[in-house]
């Protein structure tokens, strides 16, 4: 009865192998990252020498061929060290995906083998200045003129912004609304594609965020992603292993908060005895304990649903993210309140988690809009 709750050897296996690259090469750059805000482009290039920047893309192209569990084990595992490169790397990851399952063969001939080992990084781009959780309100325009599309618009919070190569960009092709939306792959390099400043951001200081603005941008026919109006389907369900990615960000980071917590109370002496000591601090550290483990038992389910492709997995990915991020965010501040004054300072990570952890019940989908996820499939039933 319990081996199903149980990892795989090989999961294990691929959990393991991301916990010692965390432990040597993210870990202890992670705070200087932040304070410096350093993009660390060779740290994010060794995680693709493992794989990790093509971590379901098919074996056929290129990529490790896992599921979903697999890919929130290795986001998790990063996330420990530091859940701003982590998710950088999901976002690579979703970007990936989506040429190898909706492009062409053209396409993926012409991107997947520089995205695999991240000589070429890619994002994703579907939030604009005046839509973000109402997406299919986009306004970016993509115009057919004979064998090119010709696009305007901008968009907003784009991660890897001025740094990436590849742009995997959500135009509208037709109609107003989900129908008339499509995706194109957009270039650096290409006329008319230019950046806004980077933004000032609480957190996730590891990576740069800027907007992305384009000016009659001419990008070839072969550049679409899926059919002409399937953008917003493909976003979607791209967002579904994004949840998963980012709510697995929020579980590795939660975990080093409770362990650097547990570390810190065993040491800290207050009235003549350690504060881990206290009744009220064993209280609070069970309970963290005893949350996050009922995120990740989600988080893993909800995971195992996307691989497989179940009915109600876009539910449950909502589920998961909502319970995970909030959960981060929770065990992240307690921490924090426990190591006191110290907590606040830089000196100390978990400062750093704090305002890391904070966005994820913003990004890929508002915690809000989860809700509304669950509940509107919940009355379809």
């Not at 296996?13 to 350093?38: G, L, S, Y």
């Not at 839509?131 to 003129?145: E, F, I, N, Q």
Request: net charge negative; glycine share 10%.
């Amino acid at each position: 009865m319990t081996e199903q709750f149980q990892l795989t050897e090989d999961q294990l296996a691929i959990q393991e192998a991301a916990r010692r690259f965390t432990a040597h090469a993210i870990t202890p750059h992670a705070a200087e990252w932040d304070e410096k805000h350093v993009f660390p482009k060779d740290t994010i290039k060794a995680a693709a020498e493992l794989g990790f920047a093509a971590i379901y893309v098919t074996e056929e192209n290129g990529g490790i061929g896992l599921g979903r569990l697999e890919a929130a084990l290795i986001m998790e595992a990063m996330a420990y060290g530091c859940p701003s490169t982590s998710a950088f790397i999901s976002i690579h990851n979703m970007a990936s995906w989506m040429i190898d399952l909706f492009g062409s063969e053209e396409l993926k001939a012409k991107y997947l083998p520089v995205l695999v080992g991240m000589d070429w990084m890619a994002s994703y781009c579907l939030t604009e200045p005046g839509s973000g959780s109402d997406a299919a309100a986009l306004k970016t325009t993509a115009v057919r003129d004979g064998a090119e599309w010709v696009v305007n618009g901008t968009k907003q919070f784009i991660s890897g912004a001025g740094e990436n190569d590849l742009y995997l960009t959500m135009v509208r092709t037709g109609e107003d609304g989900p129908k008339g939306i499509s995706c194109l792959a957009i270039e650096k390099g290409m006329p008319g594609v230019s950046f806004g400043a980077p933004e000032r951001k609480l957190g996730w200081h590891s990576q740069p965020t800027a907007s992305l603005i384009l000016d009659n941008v001419r990008v070839p026919a072969e550049n679409l992603v899926g059919r002409e109006g399937e953008g917003f389907r493909i976003a979607m369900q791209g967002l579904d292993g994004g949840r998963l990615n980012i709510g697995a960000c929020s579980l590795g980071g939660a975990q080093r908060c409770l362990d650097e917590a547990l570390r810190y109370t065993k040491e800290r002496r207050q009235f003549g005895k350690a504060i881990a000591d206290f009744q009220n601090t064993q209280f609070t550290l069970a309970d963290m304990a005893t949350e996050l483990e009922a995120a990740r038992a989600l988080l893993y389910l909800a995971a195992a649903k996307v691989t497989a492709g179940t009915r109600d997995k876009t539910r449950f990915a909502a589920m998961a993210k909502r319970l995970a991020s909030d959960t981060g965010i929770a065990i992240a501040d307690r921490a924090l309140q426990l190591h006191g004054g110290y907590g606040y300072l830089q000196d100390y990570p978990v400062e750093r988690f704090w305002r890391d952890l904070r966005v994820h019940s913003i990004l890929e989908g508002t915690n809000q809009i989860m809700r509304l996820i669950v509940g509107r499939d919940l009355l379809r039933e």
